[in-house]
């Protein structure tokens, strides 16, 4: 049964929720999205990537909303100028890299536009680079830009290892930052203020729109967050069952139009 809430603005997630598995933006799902405008709906997104790496969708979804990059610790406007960032303190960025390498885990950072890595071939490198559409600078160290840093990632393809960094990195930093994985094989660290929880706070200020009246989809631990601050919940059907238990509702997978599927029943009402 189609089901019609009062709704009034929803803040997707990117990659395992409006994108494919293969980093695709369908045609059903910007069908979706431009639906919303004539029923009085915006639409937002935020993931862990830099703004830069989501410009590819700007047009294709005719966003006119802020833009939530590196989990809510950079917003800008879709013309990519800045609206508001959030950096890490120094000593925890030095702390965070710390913990990152001896969980044996690669890192990388980012500054800005910038995205820095000190080894060219390893894990996801290549891969992040396809999704994001722009190349890492390659550095000996991270040592003079730890004065700069909106995000640090820890990386390896040994899911458990990732895990166990992040359990250790959110008692490690507790409310002094905020260490949350945005996929099985990435741990993001951020500003403490930096979270999907905050993104969903800053857009309901920012646009005027009570939480009551947003809808927040996505399907990784890290959007659990903005789950809890928004009145309607959507978890992808690849999410895991953790992720599923904390939404309200449930859709089908990233590679069965999900995120589609959820607007035109969970938000318009407008299929079975």
Not at 29 to 53: D, E, K, M, N
Not at 169 to 191: G, N
């Amino acid at each position: 049964m189609s089901e019609k809430r009062n709704i009034l603005l929803v803040i997707a997630d990117v990659d395992g929720t409006l994108v494919t598995e293969d980093k695709i933006l369908t045609q059903r799902a910007q069908a979706a999205v431009r639906a919303l405008h004539p029923a009085g709906i915006r639409f937002a997104i935020t993931s862990g990537r830099p703004p830069r790496g989501m410009a590819m969708l700007f047009d294709a979804l005719e966003l006119r909303t802020p833009v939530a990059g590196f989990n809510g610790g950079l917003f800008i406007a879709p013309d990519l100028s800045i609206l508001e960032q959030k950096t890490l303190q120094p000593e925890i960025a030095a702390q965070a890299l710390e913990l990152i390498r001896r969980h044996g885990l690669d890192a990388w950072i980012y500054c800005g536009n910038d995205w820095l890595i000190t080894q060219l071939e390893a894990p996801h490198v290549a891969r992040e680079a396809w999704t994001v559409k722009f190349e890492p600078k390659v550095v000996a160290s991270f040592d003079d830009r730890l004065g700069q840093v909106a995000k640090i990632v820890g990386i390896s393809d040994d899911y458990e290892r990732v895990r166990r960094a992040e359990a250790d990195a959110q008692a490690a930093f507790d409310q002094r930052a905020t260490a949350t994985r945005s996929q099985p094989y990435y741990l993001d660290i951020t500003h403490k203020n930096a979270n999907k929880g905050a993104v969903v706070d800053y857009l309901s200020t920012h646009l005027a729109v009570p939480a009551a009246a947003i809808a927040t989809i996505g399907d990784s631990p890290n959007d659990v967050l903005m789950f809890r601050r928004s009145g309607l919940s959507i978890a992808m059907g690849n999410a895991s069952d953790q992720v599923k238990s904390q939404a309200n509702l449930t859709t089908a997978s990233y590679n069965d139009e999900g995120f589609a599927k959820a607007i035109e029943r969970f938000v318009l009402g407008s299929v079975d």
